[in-house]
């Protein structure tokens, strides 16, 4: 499935001929970026969601949104932004209607995980300040700057995002891995799937 969405936004790109204007809008793409680090940094002990897959690991999934899905998605929005109000109305929730549909496909297909009382309507919401803000930064950076950290303060607030010192030891592991206890709950997990499989051939 990632890849199936990284194929097409290349195609987007190609289509709209987007490096044409990547100096026009670098930093709105830039923007949207360190806000999702900032999310696996921030959120990492309680993830309320997260990527999966069985051919890709973890880092390469986290590194595969951040570095290409990600940028590709903004750009493509940012390419062919209208000018009048009403169609940017109709370009914005198209756009995320159709991150929203993608993100569904993702939960059916098990590429992507909810948890924390998170679900698609908190997502929605995300797409839209994110695809708005991503707009607005190119003009009042700083006035975006702020909402966007109200954003993250009211979000971790409401979801209980656990903040400690200790956050500010080895930041990149912290986002590109899964907390320890993750791990360990996963090896729990496959060590009862053993047993249970064990019991199945010898019963």
Not at 151 to 170: G, Y
């Amino acid at each position: 499935m990632h890849i199936s969405v990284l194929l097409w936004l290349i195609f987007q790109n190609i289509h709209k001929k987007t490096w044409n204007k990547i100096r026009e809008l670098y930093a709105g793409v830039l923007y949207v970026s360190f806000f999702n680090i900032l999310y696996y940094f921030l959120c990492n002990d309680k993830l309320l969601w997260d990527f999966k897959s069985s051919h890709l690991s973890l880092k390469g999934l986290r590194i595969l949104h951040l570095i290409f899905i990600t940028p590709l998605m903004i750009l493509s929005f940012l390419a062919t932004y209208p000018s009048t109000l009403a169609k940017q109305v109709k370009y914005i929730t198209k756009w995320v209607c159709t991150a929203s549909f993608v993100e569904w496909v993702g939960l059916r297909c098990k590429g992507i995980t909810f948890r924390h009382g998170w679900h698609l309507g908190w997502s929605a919401l995300i797409y839209v300040m994110m695809l708005i803000f991503s707009r607005w930064f190119q003009k009042k950076p700083f006035a975006v700057l702020l909402l966007s950290v109200l954003a993250t303060v009211v979000l971790s607030i409401i979801f209980k995002v656990p903040i400690s010192k200790r956050m500010l030891k080895h930041p990149l592991k912290r986002i590109l891995t899964r907390p320890l206890k993750d791990h360990v709950t996963q090896a729990v997990a496959n060590k009862v799937k053993r047993k249970c499989l064990l019991l199945k051939l010898f019963s």
